[in-house]
């Protein structure tokens, strides 16, 4: 069995900072010292970026599944 590559890695690496960052922005603009909008607009920001690498990554596996199966 294959290993993800190292671009895989880091992409599911980033993905997992990015909702870690997102949901513990929500509720805390007090402690930020920022205005509860602009917390919101962050988090909002970071889970949208997080779709399009879950998007992306789920586009790329099926590319090399079609891939392969044109191969056999």
């Known amino acids: 069995m294959k290993t993800l590559?190292?671009?895989k890695l880091y992409t599911l690496i980033?993905?997992?900072i990015l909702?870690?960052?997102a949901s513990s922005l929500f509720d805390r603009h007090k402690a930020l010292g920022l205005s509860e909008e602009l917390?919101?607009?962050l988090a909002g920001f970071?889970?949208?970026l997080?779709?399009?690498l879950i998007l992306t990554f789920i586009v790329t596996a099926?590319?090399?599944i079609?891939?392969?199966a044109g191969k056999k």
């Open 5 to 7: 590559p190292k671009s």
């Open 62 to 64: 099926f590319n090399l």
């Open 66 to 68: 079609r891939a392969r």
């Open 46 to 48: 970071m889970i949208t």
């Open 19 to 21: 909702l870690v960052v």
């Open 39 to 41: 917390t919101n607009f």
């Open 50 to 52: 997080a779709i399009g």
């Open 14 to 16: 980033a993905l997992t």
